[in-house]
Structures are given as C-alpha cells and as structure tokens.
C-alpha cells in the first residue's frame, strides 16, 4: 500500500516511474521489429553509438536541456545507421561485423570526449556521465514530456506504416517485387529504433539500453505468433518492469532504478522461457509427454487389435506381460490400458489379461484401414 502511495503522490517515484513506463512501451514495441529482423545487436550498436551525439551536442549548445541532448544522441544515431547501411552494401563486410566496427569507434570517441570534458570541469558539465549507465532519479516532468513526444511519435509511423514494416520483417524480397521501397522502410525503421533508444538514455544509459530494446520482444516472442499481439505484450512487459523497477529501487538507499528495471525485464524474460504459452519450455515439455502417451496408447490398441487378428478372434484377451513385450522400448503399458478402458475400447476380462470391446475393435480397425490399402 505505500509503495502505491508513493507511486501516485510522491512526485520523484511517479516521474521516474512514467519515464521507465513510457521507454518500456517504445522500447518493447520497436524492439520487437529489431528481433523479429534478427537485428537484436542493432540496439546496442545504436545506444553506444549516441554517446558523442550527447556530449557534442553539450559542447556545441553548453546546454543540458534533454531537446538538445536527445537531438544530438539522434543525429549520431542516424549517422550511425547510414554508416551502417553504407557500410553493408559497399564493402564484403558483413552486417554483424559492421555493427561491432560502429559501436566500438562511436562508444570509444564518445568516451574521449567524456574524458576530455571531466578533465576540463564546469558546473554546467556535471552530471554527463550519466548517459553511462542511466540516472533515472533525475528525471524531470519536462523529460517525461520530451520523452513522450518522441516516443509517441514513432510509435504513430509505426502505425501508418503498419504493412510495410510487417513486409520488410517478414518477406522482404515480396514486399520490393510489389513496389515499396524497402532500402528506405529499412532506414526508416532503423531511425524510429535510434528515437527510442535516444529517449532512454538519461534514465537507464548507452550500456544497458540494448537489454530493454531485446529483452521485452523476447519475452513477448515466447507468448504468441501474432506480430500485433506481440507488440502489445513486448510494449506491457517494458511498462511493467520500467514501473516495477521504479518502485523496487525506491525501496532502499544505493538501487539505481536502470539496472533494476533490467534485472525486473530479466525476470519476465526467465519466466516467459519457462511458462509462455506459445514457445515456453515447460508448455512445450508438456505437450511431447502428452504426445508420447498418446503414441504409446495407440500403439498398445494396434498390438491388441494384431494379436487378435492372429487369433481369427476379435476379443481375444492378452496378458499385460505380452503387450509390455511388444511395447519394450515404450513403457506405459498399464496406464495405456487404463486410459483405453476409461474410453471403452478395452476391458480386462481376468486379472492381468485385456481384450478389445466392440468399439476397440471398430477403432483400432478404422486405424489399420489406410495402413492395409
């Protein structure tokens, strides 16, 4: 109950809990195009890549007001990408290897110029090392704002350009044979991705931003193989953890509230393999159980129906020691036959020996019928 008081009138926690809310939902729904692409190593490229764009843009403004800093992260952003781009289609160099090229030459400049600004002190340099690894606690309503206006913005392209992107993530080579530009959808999607990589940097920084572009998709990927229901649950999971670990780093002295959210957006991730509905490895070792004992219940109808067949009588019974022997290798057999006479295809004429009933026989004979032909 307090930490719901604090969340809707303690003006800190509510601030930086609207911002974590607001980056998770851009994060989680542009994320989602970034993994379905296979382009996960495109955030983190794109994070370290804004950097020298924040601290250029300090030097050449003098000023720290998040529109000149986020414009600045942006332009490097998209001067990152064209290099990218450029890079990939005018050179033998492959896209991953590019990637890791742009974020080491961005990430290493934008740590000179950090050096170089921490060695030549002013009070209206302070705080800039912040973009490292986030400060969330200093959000501010206006930052909350800018963050929300850019990130809404994208998310409207998104929506007017809702085919397209599904063409360029899904069938590149079909959507270019109907006429759309996919070099420039692919630029443009790459762009929206550096917005939302950009407004998140003050609250969780360059070296942690990439977890809450993949981590939220992941998640989500694992719960359903809709790409809009995707996007919604991504979208839901990075506004839960960015609440959730807002609310957790206020709890005691020394949490910063970047690395909580990403350790919160991990937890999600790790119950999403386990348990997801669509992909989670728990449903999916559930399913081959239930796949294998229905195999092996077949297989001990089809072994009744043949041993009967050899007998010239339909209702022939057979001990439980011959059907394990023709079912060495599987196992089950007392259970297959519980399940087939709670279904009324077998019944157990004496202690230990099963024969099939009338519906086991028109069953297991249907079963064999294309078999035979």
Known sequence: MDLLNSLFFDYTIRTVALGAAVLGIVAGALGSFALLRRQSLLGDAMSHAALPGVLLAFMLTGSKA????????????????????????????????????????????????????????????AGLNKFLFGQAATLLTRDVVVMALFGGAALLVVVLLWKEFKLLSFDRDFGASLGYPMTVLDALL????????????????????????????????????????????????????????????????????????????????????????????????????????TLRTQAVLANLHDLAVEHHNPHYAHSVATLRAMNRYQGGVRHSLRVLADQGLVHEVTPGNWALTDAGVARAGAADAPAQE
């Open 66 to 125: 998040p529109v000149a800093l986020v414009l600045g992260a942006a332009v490097a952003g998209v001067l990152a990408t064209f290099l990218l781009l450029a890079i990939t289609r005018y050179s033998r160099i492959k896209e991953d290897a590019a990637l890791g090229v742009i974020l080491s030459v961005f990430f290493g400049f934008g740590l000179l110029l950090l050096t170089f600004l921490q060695r030549n002190p002013t009070a209206a340099q």
């Open 190 to 293: 790459t762009i929206l991705l550096v917005i939302g990589i950009v407004i998140g940097l003050q609250a969780v920084g360059v070296v942690l931003m990439s977890a809450l572009i993949v981590a939220p998709a992941a998640a989500a990927r694992q719960w359903t193989d809709r790409l809009s229901t995707m996007i919604v649950v991504a979208s839901a999971f990075g506004a839960l953890a960015g609440v959730a670990g807002a609310l957790i780093s206020s709890l005691g002295t020394g949490l910063s509230t970047g690395p909580v959210v990403v350790l919160v957006i991990s937890v999600i991730v790790l119950l999403s393999l386990l348990f997801g509905a669509a992909r989670g490895l728990a449903w999916a070792w559930l399913r081959r159980r239930r796949s294998r004992r």
